[in-house]
């Protein structure tokens, strides 16, 4: 019914930049939540941000003042704005999203494959 799919990994230096898109398609009436995770290898995977319907966000202490979520309605996508990355950042990174499919208030949860995000000299 609903399918997610993240892109815009890579590998950057130290204090460069990158920016992640989670894109959604299918039967989508709208979008409750879109939220950004990220697990690096032995560590458990955590939540990095956020962000609701009216455009709420949140962010872990590791990446504010880094880290920027936003969302486009019309293209159902929300992107994660990276700046100032660390080595510590280096991660899979994975977009989770609860989507509206019907006027009845159904509802899907799910997320995408994920993109690898490398911050290296």
């Known amino acids: 019914q609903v399918q997610v799919m993240e892109s815009g990994g890579g590998l950057v230096q130290p204090g460069g930049s990158l920016r992640l898109s989670c894109a959604a398609s299918g039967r989508i009436v709208s979008i409750n939540y879109m939220d950004w995770y990220r697990q690096a290898p032995g560590k458990q995977r955590e939540l990095v941000a956020s962000i609701t319907s009216d455009r709420t966000t949140t962010y872990a202490e590791s990446v504010k003042g880094r880290f920027t979520i936003t969302r486009d309605n019309a293209k159902n996508t929300a992107y994660l704005q990276m700046n100032n990355l660390k080595p510590d950042d280096s991660a899979v990174y994975s977009c989770?999203?609860?989507?509206?499919?019907?006027?009845?208030?159904?509802?899907?949860w799910g997320w995408g494959q994920g993109t690898q995000v490398t911050v290296s000299p």
């Open positions: 989770n999203a609860e989507v509206l499919i019907d006027s009845d208030g159904a509802t899907w």
